[in-house]
């Protein structure tokens, strides 16, 4: 069975920093990537980063990119998201997934296109 524990959301001013992090386990096929989608109030999901296991590569929406790096620590199983000069626009409650590496959305998405997802950590950025 696959899990995520997840923690790091919280609110943060404009600007500001935030580091998600991410524990998954229950994997056994290295075909598949880590990543984040995020869903606003009123929004469809949104594919944010992914890492694959593989190899390490990373991809990004270019909503994020530039701004925020995504990381992992294969002894720990844990993935990380370094969210930096954060926008209002950034605010969404984030969910830890996985999915087939070759098969991840980045943008616009739908829950149907993620494996498997955790329980989500809210981020909030004021104004």
């Known amino acids: 069975e696959v899990q995520f524990v997840e923690s790091g959301g919280g609110l943060v001013q404009a600007g500001g920093s935030l580091r998600l992090s991410c524990v998954a386990s229950g994997f056994t096929d290295d075909d598949y990537a880590i990543g984040w989608f995020r869903q606003a109030p009123g929004k469809g999901p949104e594919g944010v980063s992914c890492?694959?296991?593989?190899?390490?590569?990373?991809h990004y929406a270019p909503s994020v990119k530039g701004r925020f790096t995504i990381s992992s620590d294969n002894a720990k199983n844990a993935v990380y998201l370094q969210m930096n000069n954060l926008k209002p626009e950034d605010t969404a409650v984030y969910y830890c997934?996985?999915?087939?590496?070759?098969?991840?959305?980045?943008?616009?998405?739908?829950?149907?296109?993620?494996?498997?997802w955790g329980q989500g950590t809210q981020v909030t950025v004021s104004s």
């Open positions: 890492i694959s296991l593989t190899d390490g590569r990373t």
């Open positions: 997934a996985a999915q087939l590496h070759t098969d991840w959305i980045l943008g616009p998405a739908s829950t149907t296109d993620f494996r498997a």
